[in-house]
């Protein structure tokens, strides 16, 4: 290996003592390609053992908490103990490859398609519906109903205990329910749940003590509990800089083992919130790194790349998602002093060698310009 490559691979441990072998993580990425009663499919268990043997630790497709969770066709279950099973085969081909394997737990909202949860009750915090086109208006969820789905995040916590997963990563991004509940455009609400920017935190907050309580009364060796957030919305009103700021400061205060940021683009800066012309993961680095460990991720292809990215953000963890599917060999290549024969764009012929299933294929394939080399 060239020294200069040195970073990325020393190890790292976390609080809790659980140890990484580098700093190199593979992102949650949907994959379309689960069963149709949920469990994990041959083909996404072959796509994960593809990529899980270089990279330190996998963070796994989302899975749904609750049956009107599911956002996605083709997602994998971890709503009910039935799934235990379909969970633990994907974590133990994971970890059979050297790599920690963490589940990333979730629930739609008002981003659920009708047709994939019960009799198209979509919920959300409030009743207003998503800008994206044709999104249909969510029903506001009761108190009660709120209490349920917090419940229901430590029970898909308890069941990754169960399947032998290493940790879970609460999924609070891409405007999802945690989200909305966190969000002053998806979040309307007058009572506990709602109003103020600290009130709009008290959702992600339950749900990690929740969490956090599971672990504590189920997991019987070090587990982790990290949270994924997105920095800001476009929208208006919408996360601003400044809100999410505020929010990784109660956040690195809860005992959660890291944060994830999500951003399309590593290098990207604020929109507004801030007067500060940094990119966004360089401030969030200064605000709470000295706290808790960052993750950071965005279109980092090539070796030199991510090492510029670790060293210039001081991010201590680096996670690849359309990388590891462009080329499942990188952290190896890398090692054995071969960084220039990595791919940083798609071959399209060459599905059946990169081991990608069909339904993330396709939408690979039909959708130009998400992956480098698909126009």
């Known amino acids: ?125 409030s009743a207003v519906a998503s800008e994206r086109s044709g999104a249909k208006e969510p029903r506001a969820l009761s108190g009660q109903e709120t209490e349920e789905i917090i419940k229901a995040f430590g029970e898909a916590t308890r069941r990754a205990i169960e399947a032998g997963y290493d ?26 749940w709602g109003g103020s920017l600290e009130k709009r935190m008290a959702f992600p907050l339950a749900v990690i003590e929740e969490v956090k309580k599971t672990v504590s009364e189920h997991a019987k060796e070090p587990f982790l509990v990290g949270y994924r957030f997105s920095p800001e919305e476009p929208e208006t009103p919408g996360i601003t800089m400044a809100d999410t700021l505020a929010l990784i400061d109660v956040l690195s205060e809860t005992g959660l083992d890291y944060l994830h940021v999500s951003l399309q683009d590593f290098w990207s800066e604020p929109r507004r919130g801030v007067k500060d012309k940094r990119s966004r993961i360089e401030i969030i680095q200064e605000r709470v790194g000295h706290r808790i460990p960052v993750i950071g991720v965005g279109s980092l292809y090539g070796a030199d790349e991510a090492l510029h990215a670790l060293e210039k953000s001081g991010v201590p963890l680096i996670a690849l998602g359309r990388q590891l599917i462009i080329d499942p060999d990188w952290v190896e290549k890398i090692l054995s002093g071969r960084e ?10 060459a599905q059946d060698r990169l081991v990608v299933p069909d339904p993330l294929w396709q939408a690979i394939i039909n959708t130009p310009g998400w992956f480098p080399g698909v126009e």
């Open 1 to 125: 290996m060239n020294p200069k490559f040195q970073p990325l691979f020393e190890d790292f441990t976390f609080s809790n003592g659980i140890s990484l072998k580098n700093r190199v993580v593979m992102a949650p990425m949907t994959n379309f390609s689960s069963n149709e009663d949920g469990t994990v499919s041959d083909a996404e268990v072959e796509y994960y053992a593809r990529r899980a043997k270089g990279v330190s630790m996998v963070i796994t497709a989302c899975t749904y908490v609750t049956a009107n969770g599911k956002g996605f066709h083709g997602e994998f279950a971890g709503h009910s103990d039935e799934m235990v099973p379909s969970l633990k085969r994907l974590a133990s081909a994971i970890k059979e490859q050297g790599a920690k394997a963490v589940l990333q737990i979730f629930h739609g909202g008002r981003e659920c398609p009708p047709e994939l949860v019960p009799d198209g009750d979509i919920v959300s915090a």
């Open 167 to 192: 940790g879970v990563e609460i999924h609070g991004a891409n405007g999802y329910l945690i989200q909305q509940f966190f969000s002053p455009h998806s979040n309307r609400r007058e009572d506990q």
């Open 340 to 349: 220039e024969e990595i791919e940083t764009k798609l071959d399209k012929n």
